[in-house]
């Protein structure tokens, strides 16, 4: 690692002055000096703006951007990422607690990859520890085989440092699709990802996160959303499939063909065959056993016609 090499940190806030503080003086607290926070505010009414330009008057290293509008989380990264201007980037939420060594060990483990992420510890509200880590969800995934990431994902934004170059590979992100993800299957689909198994983000847990990743919401889901959901993760595989290559692409194709019908039918199993068939890539990061799995892909066959049984 170079004492040249500049890190940009792109933090997207929202209404967060419960958290911002904690995880500013994370960021101002890294064993690494050589970066810049890239902060775009989604037009924030609280008191968010305020404690960035705190922040700002005592640190030239933080860039404050205001939006006019309300762009939405997907869209608000996106902007943050097109205007980082270091070698590296590391994706922020406004609600964590960062490890004072997390960006020094992912810049020495990035290596030829395009992307690095790494283990975090759960905290609740408070702070408190939650007793589970992201590793205790997910297998995690090193390597270049960017089905992997068709339809889980282990890497969560907050714990993404990649190269600049990814960007121009994969940016725009899709409209709809978890922003990460998109980044994940990318980044194997140009080249490779690695990880950090070390906890480096305490990673916070409250009512407004927007991914519900311990899915504690519990909330009534109606047909719609559930003939909705098919064809969403149908555009998802679509979109996936232009972008991969090979062999890759052929499956995704094949896969995205199968699911289409899948949406229009009572069921299809063929679709759930070829999930299984292909179970040791599409379902790696599953930490599931292998019945488990079995009937994760059972419930993959399901159609239209079915869930509106349901």
Known sequence: MSDTTKISIALCTYNGEQFLRPQLDSIVAQSVDNWEVVAVDDVSTDGTWDILQTYAALDDRFKLIRNEQNLGYNANFQKALSLCEGDYIAICDQDDIWHPDKLRRQLEGIGSSFLIYHDSEFIDEAGKSMGLNMSDKFNFYRGSSPEAFLYLNCVSGHT????????????????????????????????????????????????????????RRKTARARELKLAELEKESA?????????????????????????????????????YVIWQNRQTLLSLLKKSGISKFFYVVRKIWGSKAKKLL
Not at 168 to 193: I, M, N
């Open 160 to 215: 993404i440092l990649m190269k600049k170059d990814l960007l121009a590979k994969a940016l725009p992100f899709p409209q709809g699709f978890h922003y990460d993800q998109w980044l994940a299957f990318v980044a194997t689909s140009e080249g490779s990802v690695d990880f950090v198994g070390e906890k480096l983000v305490r990673y916070r847990q409250h009512g407004r996160n927007t991914t519900d990743i311990l899915a």
């Open 236 to 272: 998802w595989i679509a979109r996936c499939a232009d972008k991969a290559k090979g062999d890759t692409r052929d499956l995704l194709v094949r896969l995205t063909a199968l699911s289409k019908s899948r949406s229009h039918s009572f069921a299809t199993p063929r679709y759930g």
